[in-house]
């Protein structure tokens, strides 16, 4: 029996003796498994990549948002019940209106509130006005016994096994405008119309229109540790975008051609920068809003009949207030008789009796950044991001789409302006007993789970499908519509595992095709190698012992295999990772809103499935080499000499 250590011998002499076709072999084989350690080499790098930015994130945290749904009015709107109701409401009001309009003397039009109740239905029928505030007030008395809690959601969620529950709500404003005082003026003119309330996914640029009210712990990741407000100032804590971070301090993103140092520590240094800036915005309520546009109105038309010898001025003419102090408009000049005086004095007690008209009121609020969140795809996808390209389509789908103007409940709870800001903003005991109708706007609940399994059986079991033929949420013992919070982590979570399986058979894929011609090449060679085995023969070795020198050929065949593909793909690899890690670090940075610069996009990591390819090259080289070599050590070794 032939020792191990000759036979190694004689394996490396072969490995030798053909030196062109043992280049050729491992060549082609090498050159094909080396794009399956490509894919492997990017797709662990790539996962595990994201794996650690979402653990500095939103991104990487299992949240369940809980939305009431619309409630459908249509059968409350016919409802003879709340008609009936509805009408004598109404009829009170007018008879209420006209006593109290002959005790002041002063003229009343009962044509001025119309009915809440219309012939607006289907053949004429009866049905209530939504326009009506009347109607408002008896759908919103009818709905309050609807209102849900955090308990309902936790009667949902207990099988689940959250580890924390919140809830948020928007500081929605009860009337009037707001105004950003950009360089701390006030822009009056056609500028100050009034603006929509916007939503959080609305224009970037009116985010403080409808601040958030969020628990820390929701936006925990974004507010800068060693930030300097205090309950006792008169700012506003707010969390802010990094879009608005950037536009208030003037720091926009460096340029691609800048240092890579720079680039990595943008987010870092914008955080840095913006925390503890201020800016101003001028809130006025409808009546100080109304009172504005009347000076501007008048000033106008003053200037427009200034040498018109016809024209009578106005006889109580306001000025406009400083630009930096949201103040209301001063009277600049008031000749108005006692009887005039007396009647609009009249009016304006008769008006403030039923609610329909309010002093004028305005207040100059500050807002203190003490964080900031990345920005959300509709941010992404604004100015200059309108291109996006594949990697800022992919950067935008792990992002986290968070809050983009938010206060921290606790730190409003104790702010020294906290209750100039409820004047301002619904407050949150109004926000629990709107209408179910109005419920985009009422307080949001959330479930944070431990992983993404128990997250997604209870959006799948539990959630309510809002929509069909009735319009309404069912099944009705369903109470909210559940969907993922603050990021796709749950969806995230499935993308990897599909993306995993995906690579695996195309890794599969290439590895069969890559076996197979490297078993085919090893398997002609040592088809070709009869001569050998039949001088091997002949001077007396045993088939076993000829078996052991080509096993030991073929091993050593895949060794260098396995050497020169794991070193061509990670050379390929390390070649991209070179070319992107920089980008793919910063934009992660930015998706993410991590602000560590240590941290890196790496696209090259190692793994067990690592050991897939190489068990392939010497599976091949085996599969490949018993068949030829069991027929060459069973044929006739003189046969094979002659005919060779």
């Given at each position: 029996m032939i020792r191990f250590l000759d036979a190694w011998t004689l394996a490396g002499t072969k490995l030798r003796n053909r030196k062109v076709r043992t280049i050729i072999t491992i060549v082609i084989a090498s050159i094909l498994f080396s794009l399956v350690f490509l894919m492997i080499f990017v797709t662990q790098g790539t996962l595990q990549s994201f794996d650690r930015f979402m653990s500095k994130s939103m991104t990487g945290r299992y949240i369940v948002r809980a939305d009431l749904p619309f409630s459908n009015p249509d059968a409350q709107m016919r409802d003879s019940v709340l008609i009936e109701k509805a009408t004598k409401l109404h009829a009170d009001l007018v008879a209420e209106k006209k006593k109290e309009a002959k005790r002041l003397g002063i003229e009343y039009d009962a044509a001025s509130d119309p009915s809440p109740v219309s012939s607006g239905g289907p053949n004429g029928q009866k049905m209530l006005d939504l326009g009506s505030p009347i109607t408002q007030k008896v759908l919103d008395e009818a709905q309050s016994g609807n209102t849900r809690t955090i308990g309902d959601l936790k009667k949902f969620a207990a099988a689940y096994h959250p580890t924390a529950?919140?809830?948020s709500y928007p500081l929605t404003m009860t009337d009037g405008v707001f105004k950003e005082m950009k360089d701390g003026k006030e822009e009056f003119g056609s500028e100050t119309k009034p603006e929509e309330p916007q939503n959080p996914w609305g224009n970037p640029g009116k985010d403080y229109a409808m601040p958030m009210s969020v628990?820390?712990?929701?936006?925990?990741?974004?507010?800068?540790?060693?930030?300097?407000?205090?309950?006792?100032?008169?700012?506003?804590?707010?969390?802010?975008?990094?879009?608005?971070?950037?536009?208030?301090?003037?720091?926009?993103?460096?340029?691609?051609?800048?240092?890579?140092?720079?680039?990595?520590?943008?987010?870092?240094?914008?955080?840095?920068?913006?925390?503890?800036?201020?800016?101003?915005?001028?809130?006025?309520?409808?009546?100080?809003?109304?009172?504005?546009?009347?000076?501007?109105?008048?000033?106008?038309?003053?200037?427009?009949?200034?040498?018109?010898?016809n024209y009578v001025k106005p006889s109580l003419i306001y000025q406009l207030p400083d630009a930096a102090a949201c103040a209301a408009p001063t009277i600049a000049k008031d000749t108005r008789t006692k009887e005039e005086k007396s009647l609009v004095d009249k009016q304006r007690q008769f008006d403030q009796k039923f609610g329909l008209v309010s002093d004028p009121e305005q207040h100059l609020i500050t807002y203190e950044v003490i964080g900031v969140a990345p920005n959300g795809f509709e941010d992404m996808t604004q100015g200059e991001a309108m291109a996006m390209d594949a990697s800022n389509i992919l950067m935008s789908m792990f992002a986290s789409q968070t809050y983009r103007f938010s206060i921290p409940s606790e730190m409003q709870e104790k702010m020294a302006s906290r209750q100039m800001l409820e004047s301002i903003f619904a407050s949150k005991q109004s926000m629990d007993s709107m209408s179910m109708m109005m419920s985009s706007q009422t307080k949001t609940f959330y479930a944070?789970?431990?992983?993404?399994?128990?997250?997604?059986?209870?959006?799948?079991?539990?959630?309510?499908?809002?929509?069909?033929?009735?319009?309404?949420?069912?099944?009705?013992?369903?109470?909210?519509?559940?969907?993922?919070?603050?990021?796709?982590?749950?969806?995230?979570?499935?993308?990897?595992?599909?993306?995993?399986?995906?690579?695996?058979?195309?890794t599969l894929v290439v590895m069969a095709i890559a076996a197979l011609i490297t078993g085919l090449t090893v398997g002609r060679t040592i088809a070709d190698s009869r001569r050998e085995t039949a001088v091997f023969r002949a001077i007396g070795f045993k088939r076993f012992d000829?078996?052991?020198?080509?096993?030991?050929?073929?091993?050593?065949?895949?060794?260098?295999?396995?050497?020169?593909?794991?070193?061509?793909?990670?050379?390929?690899?390390?070649?991209?990772?070179?070319?992107?890690?920089?980008?793919?670090?910063?934009?992660?940075?930015?998706?993410?809103?991590?602000?560590?610069?240590?941290?890196?996009?790496?696209?090259?990591?190692?793994?067990?499935?690592?050991?897939?390819?190489?068990?392939?090259?010497?599976?091949?080289?085996?599969?490949?080499?018993?068949l030829p070599l069991i027929r060459n050590i069973r044929r006739n070794p003189i046969r094979d000499m002659r005919d060779e």
């Open positions: 529950y919140y809830s628990p820390e712990k929701l936006i925990k990741s974004y507010v800068v540790p060693d930030h300097t407000w205090t309950p006792d100032k008169t700012t506003i804590p707010v969390v802010v975008s990094q879009k608005r971070a950037s536009t208030l301090i003037g720091y926009q993103a460096p340029a691609k051609d800048a240092p890579a140092k720079t680039r990595l520590e943008y987010v870092s240094d914008l955080r840095k920068k913006a925390v503890g800036k201020t800016f101003s915005i001028c809130y006025r309520n409808a009546a100080s809003q109304a009172l504005i546009e009347r000076t501007i109105s008048t000033d106008k038309e003053m200037a427009a009949k200034k040498n018109d010898s944070e789970f431990a992983d993404s399994t128990e997250a997604k059986s209870f959006i799948k079991n539990e959630s309510c499908n809002y929509g069909g033929m009735s319009m309404e949420c069912q099944p009705k013992d369903k109470y909210f519509i559940l969907s993922p919070h603050a990021s796709n982590s749950i969806a995230i979570d499935e993308a990897k595992k599909i993306i995993s399986r995906v690579v695996l058979v195309a000829i078996s052991a020198v080509y096993i030991i050929y073929t091993l050593l065949l895949g060794v260098f295999t396995a050497i020169c593909a794991l070193l061509i793909g990670l050379l390929l690899a390390t070649l991209l990772n070179n070319a992107s890690w920089l980008d793919a670090t910063i934009k992660a940075q930015l998706a993410f809103g991590v602000d560590d610069p240590t941290m890196k996009f790496s696209l090259i990591a190692w793994g067990p499935i690592l050991l897939w390819p190489i068990a392939a090259i010497f599976g091949a080289g085996i599969l490949g080499m018993i």
